[in-house]
């Protein structure tokens, strides 16, 4: 769906849900200054048992002069009703009658979608995804719209702390903002009774010593709420990793946070979630959801249970799969492992078409840059043999000409494979964003690439000879490979792409 796939009908109404907060604020504000560009005269409503009382919320309405207004009922049934950052019909948007309905929303919905709609469950806001159909109608929002647009995903993501699809970065790249106004915003979150939860929270943590981790509830709040508590007692010097979560009617909010490099807190986020929720955001900082109805059709011990019984059936859950992702993963550093290549089978790269492109055709030399792509961001600095790999699933990595000489032929052709996300390259010096597409070219393996390989039994994360801060993690069945001629040059490739792209010699 397209933004202007909605400018044919005249009276058009878009809608938050109930008790709205910063994105469906941001959102709704979006798609309405869109309709007025257009010459629409666009309603922006919400409706509910509340108004919005929250200071940060109320300040922001008012000084970015956004004209939306609550209502119990509609006087005429529109041609058009837009609900954003919600589902019509839903339980958490007021149901008015409307003689077309269109759906913008980043949550996990169930049931059938209207014919106009746009459902991104990957995002981190559905502001994002209003800046994305606003891009692409060539819409450039402006200081207000901007402002706006930033502090519903800052809001959404527990302070951008839980960022981890691309488009949400692009957005944040790309926005000019009013950074005094966020500041002031920033400030306005927390209220006394609000600050008394998060005292009781750390009263009761779990701490474990060995591992050196800590697991903290707190009672239902402002999703930033958690990341403060978070953050304070990772500054605790005998913790690495923290954990709290909220319980809440329709689901568990939680934040995490990591000081070492062996628990990227994003991973552990996205583990937490695995099949229940969503998660993301940073390596040291991230956060997610665990919904109800997917705990439902996932375990009947929580299905089955009275409201108080789900509580401990869910804390017994985030605390085995805590424990579970800290304490039961293999570490391997490549350098000081050399793996036993008896155990291992040989195999050969597959002349399976992929993309290539090297920075220093249209970058100086030394210049530091951030490779984005779906999997996440990745530093590099850009030398004269430095080889930039786009895989068949997007996924990238950096390599070296010597190596890419020996292992892959270039091909006279583009590579325009379609893929989620094409990646791109930031200059961490001038925050120009330069897309990668034009500057692939698609390469084929040259039967060169010999490697070792054998299954993994246990999770397993393995810091490279490359970058030895970050690690490629691996599940069991995933590949623990080295190159034939180096065992210590050892790393992971996700079964899914090694059947597709590798064959036993």
């Known amino acids: 769906m397209k933004l202007s796939d909605l400018l044919s009908y005249d009276s058009i109404v878009i809608q938050g849900h109930d008790n709205p907060d910063a994105d469906a604020i941001a959102a709704g504000f979006g798609i309405y200054s869109y309709m007025l560009s257009k010459g629409k005269k666009p309603r922006f409503i919400y409706s509910g048992n509340f108004t919005i009382t929250k200071s940060n919320l109320c300040y922001l309405i008012s000084k970015l002069e956004i004209p939306i207004e609550y209502v119990e009922k509609l006087d005429t049934v529109p041609d058009l009703l837009i609900t954003e ?49 606003l891009r692409k109608e060539g819409f450039v929002p402006d200081e207000a719209l901007s402002t706006a647009l930033y502090y519903g995903l800052y809001t959404d993501t527990g302070s951008l702390s839980e960022v981890s699809h691309p488009l949400d970065r692009d957005m944040l790249d790309t926005l000019k903002y009013d950074a005094s106004l966020i500041r002031k915003l920033r400030h306005m979150n927390i209220s006394l009774g609000e600050a008394k939860i998060a005292g009781q929270a750390m009263l009761g943590v779990e701490y474990h010593e060995v591992h050196r981790y800590a697991l903290l509830e707190s009672e239902p709040c402002d999703p930033n709420i958690l990341g403060l508590i978070s953050d304070f007692y990772l500054a605790v010097d005998s913790v690495d990793v923290c954990m709290v979560f909220s319980v809440l009617k329709n689901g568990i909010k939680f934040s995490i946070r990591s000081c070492v490099p062996e628990v990227c807190a994003n991973e552990l986020a996205n583990y937490i979630s695995k099949d229940i929720g969503t998660g993301g955001g940073h390596t040291d900082k991230a956060g997610g959801f665990l919904s109800s109805q997917l705990l439902c059709e996932q375990y009947e011990r929580y299905a089955l249970a009275d409201e108080s019984s789900r509580k401990y059936v869910v804390t017994t859950l985030i605390r085995e799969r805590l424990h579970h992702y800290i304490c039961d993963t293999d570490i391997i550093r490549s350098g000081s492992y050399k793996a036993d290549t008896s155990k291992m089978k040989k195999y050969v790269k597959l002349p399976v078409k992929q993309g290539c492109a090297f920075p220093a055709e249209f970058l100086p030399c030394g210049t530091p840059i951030l490779v984005r792509s779906l999997e996440g961001d990745t530093n590099i600095e850009v030398a004269e043999d430095t080889v930039i790999m786009i895989g068949v699933r997007g996924e990238v990595y950096a390599s070296r000409h010597s190596v890419f000489d020996k292992n892959y032929c270039l091909l006279d052709e583009p590579f325009n494979r379609k893929l989620e996300y094409f990646p791109t390259i930031k200059n961490s010096v001038t925050g120009e964003v330069i897309p990668l597409a034009p500057h692939a070219k698609t390469c084929m393996s040259n039967g060169g690439n010999i490697i070792l390989g054998m299954p993994l039994e246990r999770p397993t994360k393995v810091f490279t000879k490359w970058n030895k801060d970050e690690y490629f993690k691996g599940e069991p069945g995933d590949i623990l490979a080295c190159k034939a001629d180096d065992p210590e040059d050892v790393y992971i490739i996700a079964k899914d792409i090694f059947e597709e792209t590798y064959e036993q010699v």
Not at 92 to 116: C, T, Y
Request: aromatic share 6%; with cysteine; hydrophobic share 35%.
């Open 85 to 133: 950052d919600c589902a019509y019909g839903e339980g958490n948007v007021r149901k008015f009658e409307a003689k077309n309905v269109a759906v913008i929303d980043h949550h996990r919905l169930s049931g059938e979608m209207p014919e106009l709609s746009d459902i991104r469950s990957g995002m981190g806001s559905c502001s994002t995804i209003v800046w994305d159909l």
